[in-house]
């Protein structure tokens, strides 16, 4: 490829889109990004507009391009990361016929309580090697749009996810990217590179309307005529199929062997692992890989982040973490003996009830806004240590440092009192758009760039310097009895939540 050409990365996140321009050698040269809202009209739902998503992609698409002063004609390719899992209903055009469903929207319990009462949920979750959870398992969401919405259902050409609606509006291909199989529900764990028929048969769900897998870095069609004048790229330049966008994000940070992972930290935090036979436990989600041969688990904190920008919101009138952070560090180890759960959209790793709430413990009149604010840093911080317990203890994993990228590093004095509560070195990336790079370096595979995934990786192996944040003996003991309280409080309480046991 010629030093002027590019490859774009699409980064459809929880609450923005992010449009990034690279090199093949992994520099950034050109970034756009466009917010959008999640919508919650009820109690538990949460939902985005995919128009909503197109348009957010195209602003974004147009700052990058006047970012990088070079034309959309010089990209050669295009990638795709997204949230997932999400449920998408499609006409035959790619057009969205009512809004996306995310991956933390609860409102599918009931349907989750069918399966269990009918025994459909045993083989289901068996055969995914992942648990039944409404939104985490997408097909609850599909069963929900069944029963309450059942035009919708019945008019839907497609049943997809984001991936489907942009590889629909880009070149006019219904397609799921395999890494989403697992979690959509309808693929056994032992071949995720097609839809399982028993399951499908299980779930009632008519097959005509599940869009064809394909593989991450499979180039699935070129950017049609129409796209490309909604766009400015230039038409008959590969799409590759994408990943979701932990999947993509821990491509970019160069984890392609059995072991190598990622923390990354942002809205939610997860630690990422790969692996060479499908995972069993359903402590973690687990999904397919880039290659046939690989699958990744995640363990995941649901509302890290998002917890951290609450409380800036709410009690600081802020909208930042270095609001909290500032206001942390008044207080000391401990928060001067408040504990906070951190389960703001109910929990994933390891306790897996959607129903969990919130929770601040040990208040008293001398508490402080300080106190408060370091104790959301420090349960955050707690959960990721339950992830990294969890995949060493459950996964098979060995955990020496944590590599970590994504917004949440930008803290500094959360990824110190990560660092210290883990007792293990954080390694933090100087570069933080991996789910960005991932969907390029898609593209770049796509298109022939590189020869394969893992020449992928050497190719942009130069962008994944960074400094590491060694954690403090001292603080990491006297962290030890807090933590102990943490993990303590949810069982002591979990009976007034709801939720299974």
């Not at 995919?50 to 602003?59: H, T």
């Not at 995972?279 to 363990?299: C, H, K, M």
């Not at 906070?340 to 790793?349: A, H, K, N, S, V």
Request: with cysteine; hydrophobic share 45%; proline share 6%.
């Amino acid at each position: 490829m010629p030093a002027g050409d590019l490859l774009l990365g699409i980064d459809i996140g929880t609450s923005s889109v992010k449009a990034c321009l690279f090199r093949p050698d992994g520099t950034l040269l050109g970034e756009g990004r466009a917010p959008y809202p999640v919508e919650r009209p009820h109690p538990g739902w949460a939902q985005v507009d995919p128009d909503v998503w197109w348009r957010a992609f195209c602003a974004a698409l147009s700052a990058a391009a006047r970012a990088v002063h070079t034309p959309l004609s010089a990209v050669r390719g295009v990638g795709l990361s997204m949230l997932f899992p999400a449920v998408i209903p499609l006409d035959e055009r790619g057009q969205a016929l009512g809004p996306g469903i995310l991956y933390c929207d609860q409102r599918s319990t009931e349907q989750v309580a069918c399966l269990r009462a009918t025994g459909a949920a045993e083989p289901l979750e068996r055969r995914t090697s992942n648990r039944l959870v409404p939104g985490t398992f997408a097909l609850t969401s599909l069963l929900w749009l069944r029963d309450h919405n059942r035009a919708v259902y019945d008019d839907a050409a497609w049943f997809g996810t984001v991936t489907t609606l942009f590889a629909m509006r880009l070149t006019g291909t219904a397609c799921i990217d395999y890494v989403s199989g697992l979690l959509f529900g309808l693929c056994d764990a032992a071949d995720q590179t097609a839809w399982c028929d028993e399951l499908v048969r299980l779930a009632e769900v008519d097959p005509r309307k599940l869009p064809r897998l394909a593989a991450p870095a499979a180039a699935i069609g070129e950017v049609t005529r129409e796209a490309a004048a909604a766009t400015g790229l230039p038409p008959g330049i590969p799409v590759a199929a994408g990943a979701g966008d932990v999947a993509a994000a821990c491509f970019g940070g160069g984890c392609v062997e059995p072991g190598t992972l990622l923390h990354t930290t942002g809205s939610s935090d997860c630690i990422s692992f790969v692996t060479g036979t499908p995972q069993t436990s359903r402590l973690f989600a687990n999904t397919g890989y880039i290659e046939p041969d690989r699958w990744l688990s995640v363990a995941t904190a649901t509302s890290t982040g998002t917890a951290v920008d609450w409380f800036s919101r709410e009690f600081l009138g802020a909208a930042s973490g270095a609001a909290v952070a500032r206001e942390a560090a008044k207080s000391t180890i401990g928060a001067g003996g408040i504990t906070f759960l951190p389960y703001l959209q109910g929990e994933r790793t390891p306790i897996w009830n959607p129903e969990a709430k919130g929770v601040f413990s040990g208040l008293s009149v001398s508490s402080s806004r300080a106190d408060m604010a370091r104790a959301v840093l420090e349960g955050t911080a707690f959960a990721v240590r339950q992830l990294a317990q969890t995949a060493e203890e459950h996964g098979g994993v060995t955990i020496r440092a944590l590599p970590a990228a994504g917004g949440g590093t930008r803290n500094e004095l959360w990824n110190r009192i990560k660092a210290d509560v883990t007792g293990r070195p954080f390694f933090l990336f100087d570069f933080q758009e991996f789910s960005a790079l991932g969907a390029a370096m898609l593209a770049g595979t796509a298109a022939g760039v590189y020869a394969s995934v893992s020449d992928a990786v050497a190719a942009t192996a130069l962008v994944r310097g960074g400094r590491t944040v060694e954690p403090d003996a001292a603080a990491h003991a006297a962290y030890e009895p807090h933590y102990r309280r943490y993990e303590a409080l949810y069982p002591a309480i979990r009976e007034t939540m709801g939720g299974e046991p």
